[in-house]
């Protein structure tokens, strides 16, 4: 018994008549037997239900409440018991009259309060005092409601303030052993974790629950585990509670978790955005709102930093000084697990790359172990020996090879016996009662002790249709070439069909090679051709041939193509587009000057076919209109333009370009005139300015040129050159002009010109 109380009840005793003395023994029975039933429980919360029906009975109230102070969330609650099993639920207190209660530490009697209702009670008078710790710590507050039959005065507020510093005694000791109880359970539970967690070596598992028990036991809204990877140097987090489960990536070096990494120390933000090391973009983008963190390095046995762990927004407050010590005490148990896990989905990856690799071979491998038992084939062999299943590959080696290819099974043994490899080309395999050719390549497989491991088997198919194809996908993209390969006997005779040519010419060319040399030439060209073949492959287009810097493919041939003029021309706006990029990448290496292109299409009729020597065959294409192609090129340089078309390409056009006709000529090496089209959808506004009214003034001006106006002809072309003074086709019609000014070209010309140079 606390000897304040003694000495009141002697003091009282000496002063009070009987009826006094009498209520202060009942008092101190009723003190002593709140502390002797509080001891009696178990469960705290099931004797918070006691001591308020007792606390009631004892000021004549219709209930009594005690509410306890969590510091976590700077609230006070009721504490009850929610079912059998005592799960804790906590009850917020709803009147503002308790909280000032709390904050002032002074007692209240509220007769008629605001709130008229507690539940189903109706609240007619209520009073409140505080509950204290001998160290006068604040640990609640003692409510009581509805005096029976009367109002709540001084003497009942005097009553429950005694009472109110006698459970603060009480329950300063009851909580703290709660506390220690917890802590302890808290522990165990930590301990048993980390004990299952390190045993797991599915390392996205690991750190899911790793993260789900760091948010559970800190009380904090999100928590992410970010891993070092070495090999780019840069921490990344698979997981992350609250971030859609996306992989996110960062350098080692940035932000607060990078800052963690790299120094190994922790950093605890009690207010996220008044810290100039915090960037808000995250919560920008997904509408977070950060508050708290605290950010702490996973360390290994070998102290070396294998990552960090970070906690965001600690529920009620901020992160404490004890949410570090056991964050980092938690994070050293589970670094080892982490690690072991990391190691292990690293070989498992390494594991199934391996395998994916092997499988995706096209070529047949098989390795055999020193018995010459074989242990792995990839789906390349088992479609070469006719295997049905994986499992059957766990066969001897004789067992394996059909008998027919005795020779083989000796070449594998000898190589086994003497660690010497061993190949041959175009051998002859019998599967199945059918010869198939391929290249052998026998090679011991030795351990990095040098121990022997057996030997491995690649058989690379070289039959007609592999040949063929192989040829075929130099040419064209791979698909085209596959369904070639379906019908190969009648697409690869020689046929006249309708195609598109594209025929492509590096300008200054022999400037360019002498500035690069003979070895920065070749690289320069094979960079060169991979972007201009690129973009014809991806129109389905088939590189032909190359002739020096020239390229020449075609639309159409082997197979049908729909819109291939338009698929061709495509081509070419993608290639100058191409040649745009290289000019900015290798500037400084021609020197400043540019690479420029001429590229001339048409749509003609062609012949296509196997050409050559029974030594030396090519699939190539002939005939007239691959040379109009090819002279169409060559009028490029005479008219100063990029791209030009031939009418038959323009006539089949069904896609929407920007065009201009230009001229009806007949180029070199050639009889009938062909009307060409120049492309302006090559240029930039820069490059071409006013570019629709120079198409518009183009097509009066030629109006004017065939009906032999030379003086409108002439101010329509002037013009063009106003608008666009580097405009070479008008100013080669303003030469015309007042050539056949001063002589006239007569009544029966057709406007046609004879073009004389490539």
Not at 239 to 268: D, K, W
Not at 494 to 506: E, M, N, R
Not at 524 to 548: A, D, P, R
Not at 733 to 755: A, F, K, N, T
């Amino acid at each position: 018994m606390d000897k304040n109380y003694l000495r009141r009840f002697n003091d009282q005793f000496s002063a009070d008549s009987v009826k006094q003395k009498d209520q202060v023994i009942q008092q101190l029975q009723l003190l002593m037997d709140i502390t002797r039933k509080v001891a009696s429980y178990d469960i705290l919360d099931d004797a918070f239900k006691m001591l308020e029906h007792i606390i009631a009975t004892s000021v004549h109230s219709e209930m009594a409440r005690i509410y306890t102070y969590l510091p976590a969330d700077s609230e006070l609650y009721r504490r009850v018991s929610r079912n059998e099993e005592n799960d804790v639920s906590h009850v917020r207190n709803v009147f503002n009259e308790v909280d000032d209660c709390f904050i002032s530490g002074d007692a209240t009697i509220i007769n008629h309060p605001q709130c008229e209702y507690f539940g189903d009670l109706k609240v007619r008078n209520f009073a409140c005092s505080l509950i204290q710790s001998t160290k006068g710590e604040k640990l609640g507050v003692v409510q009581i409601i509805n005096k029976e039959n009367a109002d709540y005065d001084d003497a009942d507020l005097k009553q429950l303030a005694t009472l109110g510093h006698h459970l603060g005694v009480t329950l300063e000791n009851a909580l703290r052993n709660e506390q220690a109880v917890q802590t302890h359970e808290e522990e165990m539970e930590l301990l048993n974790f980390v004990a299952e967690v390190t045993t797991n070596l599915d390392l996205i598992s690991m750190i899911n629950k790793i993260i789900m028990e760091t948010i559970r036991f800190l009380r904090a809204e999100r928590a992410t585990v970010f891993l070092f990877d070495e090999s780019t140097n840069e921490l990344f987090s698979h997981v992350g509670i609250g971030l859609g489960g996306q992989e996110i990536r960062f350098p080692a070096n940035v932000g607060i978790a990078g800052e963690v990494f790299t120094n190994q120390s922790t950093i605890n933000i009690p207010y996220a955005y008044a810290d100039l090391r915090f960037s808000p973009v995250a919560d920008e983008k997904t509408g977070f709102f950060t508050r708290s963190i605290l950010c702490v390095p996973l360390i290994n046995t070998k102290g070396k930093c294998i990552g960090v762990t970070q906690v965001l927004n600690k529920r009620g407050g901020v992160f404490s000084q004890e949410d570090e010590t056991r964050l980092k005490a938690f994070t050293t148990q589970i670094a080892v697990g982490i690690e072991n896990a990391k190691l292990f989905n690293d070989i498992q990856n390494i594991k199934n790359y391996t395998e994916s690799m092997l499988q995706s071979i096209s070529n047949a491998v098989i390795t055999f172990d020193g018995d010459n038992n074989i242990i792995t084939c990839n789906h390349a062999a088992e479609i070469l020996f006719a295997i049905k299943d994986v499992e059957d590959c766990h066969l001897p080696l004789d067992n394996f090879i059909p008998h027919e290819n005795d020779w083989l099974v000796e070449a594998i043994e000898k190589v086994n016996l003497s660690r010497e490899s061993y190949s041959t080309a175009e051998s002859e395999l019998i599967i199945n009662d059918k010869p198939s050719s391929v290249n052998i390549h026998i090679h011991p497989l030795v351990s990095v002790e040098g121990d022997n491991l057996g030997t491995v088997l690649m058989l690379e198919d070289i039959t007609t249709e592999k040949r063929l194809k192989t040829t075929m996908a130099r040419y064209m993209d791979p698909s085209i070439a596959d369904q070639l390969l379906e019908d190969a006997e009648t697409k690869l005779g020689g046929q006249a069909v309708k195609a598109t040519i594209l025929f492509s010419d590096i300008r200054k060319f022999t400037t360019i090679s002498e500035k690069l040399g003979p070895q920065n030439t070749v690289s320069f060209l094979n960079h060169f051709f991979t972007e201009m073949v690129s973009c014809i492959q991806k129109e389905s287009g088939m590189v032909n041939k190359f002739i020096g810097d020239a390229v020449l493919a075609v639309y159409g041939v082997p197979l049908p193509l729909e819109n291939e003029a338009d698929k061709a021309l495509k081509s070419a706006i993608a290639m100058w587009a191409a040649v745009d990029v290289l000019n900015q990448e290798k500037s400084s290496q021609l020197g400043g000057q540019t690479i420029e292109i001429g590229i001339g299409i048409n749509t003609d009729s062609i012949v296509y076919g196997n050409i050559g020597s029974p030594k030396r065959m090519d699939f190539t294409v002939i005939g007239n209109g691959v040379n109009l192609a090819s002279r169409i090129e060559g009028a490029c340089k005479h008219y100063n333009c990029r791209i030009l078309i031939s009418q038959n390409t323009y006539k089949a056009l069904k896609g929407t370009y920007r065009l201009r006709e230009i001229d009806k000529v007949i180029l070199k090496g050639n009889i009938k005139p062909i009307l060409l089209y120049q492309v302006l959808d090559c240029y930039s506004d820069n490059e071409f300015p006013n570019m629709l009214d120079v198409v518009q003034l183009t097509r009066e001006g030629l109006k004017y040129y065939h009906q032999q106006d030379w003086s409108n002809a002439l101010h329509q072309f002037n013009e063009i050159l106003r608008l666009h003074p580097s405009d070479r086709i008008a100013a080669l019609y303003i030469e015309r002009c007042q050539l056949y000014q001063q002589e006239s070209p007569g009544s029966d010309w057709d406007g046609v010109w004879q073009l004389t140079e490539k």
